[in-house]
């Protein structure tokens, strides 16, 4: 039995000495990976323009005002209508297929009713 007991502990100390060592080069190479983010940061040098006096586009005598009414950003266009995901029956007859596959039957329920109703 004392040569086992001796082998365990054998063991449990390599293995003891093992994970330390893996500790101790995670934290050295953390260690090493912050320092060299820390010290990339230090050189890095952004460009600033320094400020112009504004200065008239050449020949902006001669061109037309902007509209008053300009369309806002990001705004969708009124002429161009949605499409829809699935198209209707003739359009399936004629060949289109569905943008989306069709929902699963647990994922279809019953229409969302009106507050109200």
């Not at 090493?32 to 586009?57: E, Y």
């Not at 902007?66 to 990001?74: E, F, I, R, V, Y």
């Not at 289109?96 to 647990?106: D, I, M, Q, R, T």
Request: hydrophobic residues 30%.
């Amino acid at each position: 039995m004392t040569a086992n007991n001796n082998d365990k502990e054998r063991g449990l100390k390599r293995d003891l000495l093992l994970a330390g060592v893996l500790i101790a080069a995670g934290v050295a190479l953390s260690g090493l990976s912050l320092t060299q983010v820390d010290t990339s940061t230090g050189r890095l040098q952004f460009a600033q323009a320094t400020p112009q006096p504004p200065t008239s586009t050449p020949g902006a005598e001669t061109k037309s005002p902007a509209p008053d009414d300009p369309k806002p950003t990001g705004a969708r266009p009124h002429d161009i209508p949605p499409q829809p995901a699935r198209p209707d029956q003739d359009a399936i007859q004629s060949g289109a297929k569905p943008a989306l596959p069709p929902a699963p039957p647990e994922k279809i329920g019953d229409p969302i009713k009106p507050k109200g109703s």
